[in-house]
Nanobody
Framework: QVQLEESGGGLVQVGGSLRLSCAVS????????MTWFRQTPGKERELVAR????????DYSPSVKGRFTIAKDYVKKTLDLEMTNMKSEDTAVYYC?????????????????WGQGTQVTVSS
């Protein structure tokens, strides 16, 4: 079955960088549209960045555009999120999600496959 497993979360200072990875197993990563979401207590899950399987088109939340980069690594079979110039408001649990849809979906309900989440804390 399809499994997603995040890694790379942790504590970083404001202005620092962190790299998250989501290992994909049970399916070819090339067939998946994949997205990073994040969530803080009491708030809905927020789309951070996504890459769709059709054309590899990427989209970013305005709050992270220019600071975060999403990319698939077809050799390692991972979805990576490079986060730079981090801000305290980036603190959240980050989730990797995947769908067989060729076009990226905004709503978390459109993703049948999820990782367990990884905590990212940005301290000032």
């Amino acid at each position: 079955q399809v499994q997603l497993e995040e890694s790379g979360g942790g504590l970083v200072q404001v202005g620092g960088s962190l790299r998250l990875s989501c290992a994909v197993s049970g399916i070819s990563i090339s067939t998946l549209s994949m997205t990073w979401f994040r969530q803080t207590p009491g708030k809905e899950r927020e789309l951070v960045a996504r890459v769709q399987s059709l054309g590899g088109i990427t989209d970013y939340s305005p709050s992270v555009k220019g600071r975060f980069t999403i990319a698939k690594d077809y050799v390692k079979k991972t979805l990576d999120l490079e986060m730079t110039n981090m801000k305290s408001e980036d603190t959240a649990v980050y989730y990797c999600a995947a769908s067989r849809d060729r076009i990226g979906i905004n709503s978390p309900s459109g993703y049948p496959y999820w990782g367990q989440g990884t905590q990212v804390t940005v301290s000032s």
